[in-house]
């Protein structure tokens, strides 16, 4: 079976960490793939906040996510604090990729790698948009 490959990038721009709570968990008794994306919007959600952004104002333009793509390392439990490694790459015309490395605090384990591909959106258009240059500068 062909396995998703993410390579990561050298340098990450933001890291945060979130606890997995019970409503995270699955009947495997570890964290879910459903939870593994929401955490990502919440480790996302602060990456732009810490950037003075928010997804429906990077320099003016808002996002929207392309596609995403998981690939699984390691399990986590309920109660296991993860840090949210977050990096901006594949900077293009109208989007790029933010990647997110998923790491257990205490065992520093790798958890999973998460890619998603954002796109630059006008919303009052219902179309896409150029990277804003200072986002470009900013990242690349």
């Not at 890291?15 to 964290?31: A, E, M």
């Not at 003075?52 to 995403?68: F, K, N, P, T």
């Not at 015309?93 to 065992?107: D, E, H, Y």
């Amino acid at each position: 079976m062909e396995r998703v490959q993410i390579t990561l990038p050298s340098a990450f721009a933001f890291s945060t960490q979130i606890t997995v709570q019970i409503g995270d968990i699955n009947y495997g008794q570890h964290l879910s793939n459903d939870a593994v994306l929401r955490l990502c919007h919440e480790a996302r959600l602060r990456f732009l906040q810490a950037h003075a952004y928010h997804e429906m104002d990077v320099e003016g333009r808002g996002l929207i996510i392309a596609d995403a793509a998981i690939k699984f390392m390691s399990q986590a439990f309920h109660g296991d604090v993860l840090t949210f490694n977050v990096a901006v790459g594949n900077i293009g015309r109208a989007g790029f990729a933010l990647f997110t490395q998923i790491v257990n605090a205490s065992k520093k384990i790798e958890i999973a790698r998460v890619k998603n591909g954002m796109v630059f959106f006008d919303y009052t258009q219902q179309t896409t948009a150029e990277t804003p240059d200072a986002f470009r500068e900013k990242f690349s």
